[in-house]
């Protein structure tokens, strides 16, 4: 390989705290779901508190993957009027819930930590991503928060349009596996607290 062949070599990608988290999310999504099933201490209580916040953020999820066209255009309608990440936020209340059905307190410090340290960093990136591809992202997000929702909507100052809720992207996006293990993790819960025999 002659010298001006290694001045052409591409630098290898840097590595950040974002890309190491993209990679090891789904297997420590994985060990801490195995965790709190481990330390679930589930009442007939718990679960009536916890169960509703889980399916709202269920909702917000499936109402989220309606609407999104990933890498093809900015979504700004449905949820994503209200919230800039209205998936993670979904998740945080889908872990919210489970954590209150679960009555265990380091499940809430678990999701605290998945939170900060892995899910965090992954909206800034995206936030970068979107900025550096869609020219509208700057506007986008003066209007809409970027986590927590705005009660009325100002994305009234966008550009009109976007699509309606398509149980087709939904499907596209497999956005029911979410439900799927949310039930999987209800059921699991009712048979802890039986076994338990803590109605």
Same mark, same amino acid.
């Given at each position: 390989?002659?010298?001006?062949?290694?001045?052409?070599?591409?630098?290898?990608?840097?590595?950040?705290?974002?890309?190491?988290?993209?990679?090891?999310?789904?297997?420590?999504?994985?060990?801490?779901?195995?965790?709190? !099933?481990? +330390?679930?201490?589930?009442?007939? +209580?718990?679960?009536?508190?916890?169960?509703?916040?889980?399916?709202?953020?269920?909702?917000?999820?499936?109402?989220?993957?309606?609407?999104?066209?990933k890498d093809r255009e900015l979504?700004?309608?449905?949820?994503?009027?209200?919230?800039?990440?209205?998936?993670?936020? %979904?998740?945080?209340?889908?872990?919210?819930?489970?954590?209150?059905?679960?009555?265990?307190?380091?499940?809430?410090? %678990?999701?605290?930590?998945?939170?900060?340290?892995?899910?965090?960093?992954?909206?800034?990136?995206?936030? *970068?991503?979107?900025?550096?591809?869609?020219? %509208?992202?700057?506007?986008?997000?003066?209007? !809409?928060?970027?986590?927590?929702?705005?009660?009325?909507?100002?994305?009234?100052?966008?550009?009109?349009?976007?699509?309606?809720?398509?149980?087709?992207?939904?499907?596209?996006?497999?956005?029911? *596996?979410?439900?799927? %293990?949310?039930?999987?993790?209800?059921?699991?819960?009712?048979?802890?607290?039986?076994?338990?025999?803590?109605?």
């Amino acid at each position: 390989m002659a010298l001006s062949d290694l001045n052409q070599v591409p630098p290898a990608p840097r590595v950040t705290w974002a890309r190491v988290a993209r990679r090891i999310r789904v297997p420590l999504s994985f060990l801490f779901a195995a965790a709190y !099933v481990w +330390l679930a201490a589930p009442t007939a +209580l718990s679960l009536a508190v916890g169960m509703p916040v889980a399916a709202l953020g269920l909702a917000l999820r499936a109402a989220a993957a309606g609407h999104i066209r990933k890498d093809r255009e900015l979504t700004t309608s449905g949820p994503y009027a209200y919230t800039r990440n209205p998936l993670y936020l %979904g998740s945080l209340l889908l872990g919210l819930g489970f954590a209150m059905a679960a009555r265990n307190p380091w499940i809430v410090i %678990g999701l605290l930590a998945l939170l900060l340290g892995i899910y965090w960093p992954l909206i800034i990136a995206e936030e *970068r991503y979107l900025r550096a591809h869609f020219p %509208g992202y700057d506007q986008y997000a003066e209007s !809409v928060p970027r986590l927590l929702p705005r009660i009325v909507s100002r994305a009234s100052k966008l550009p009109a349009g976007g699509p309606e809720f398509s149980i087709g992207l939904y499907r596209h996006h497999r956005e029911y *596996r979410a439900l799927i %293990g949310a039930v999987l993790v209800c059921v699991i819960l009712v048979v802890k607290m039986i076994l338990r025999g803590r109605p």
